[in-house]
């Protein structure tokens, strides 16, 4: 596998090529922070499925992707916020809403990684990883 700087952003650009091609599945190395991206993207509705895979002697992340009518992807955008060269954090008072509440806003807080709208109902803030819709 390549060396990656930022595996979220690798992420999100999979999912995005993924939809845009109209692939019905996309996989990449597994990592816990990618199987948590993908388990909330499958809570929130944006794919169907979000399997571990053995590769050999490691493991592999599958997303499957979800389409709507004239095979339009769902996931309509995917925003990296959060960048290794500048962190961006915020306080649970100042958790960003994306698309006026039509679209997730992914946070990696002390109580684990979760959804805008959770972050506001544990008072937590956290690190904004990114924005999908």
């Known amino acids: 596998m390549s060396n990656v700087n930022d ?7 999979r999912i995005r090529n ?7 599945t996309v996989s990449m190395p597994h990592s816990r922070m990618r199987e948590q991206l993908g388990l909330i993207l499958k809570r929130e509705g944006f794919i169907t499925d979000c399997v571990n895979e053995p590769v050999g002697d490691r493991k592999a992340l599958k997303l499957y992707m979800k ?3 004239n095979k339009q ?3 309509r955008g995917l925003r990296r916020i959060s960048k290794s060269g ?3 954090y915020v306080p649970a008072t100042e958790i960003p809403r994306v698309v006026g509440g039509m679209g997730i806003a992914i946070l990696s ?6 959804t805008d709208r959770e972050a506001r109902q544990h008072k937590v803030g956290g690190e904004v990883l990114c924005y999908v819709w």
């Open 18 to 24: 993924a939809g845009a091609a109209g692939l019905e």
């Open 7 to 13: 595996p979220i952003a690798d992420t999100l650009t």
């Open 67 to 69: 389409y709507g009518q």
């Open 73 to 75: 992807p769902i996931i």
């Open 109 to 114: 807080t002390s109580r684990g990684v979760m």
């Open 86 to 88: 500048l962190r961006r």
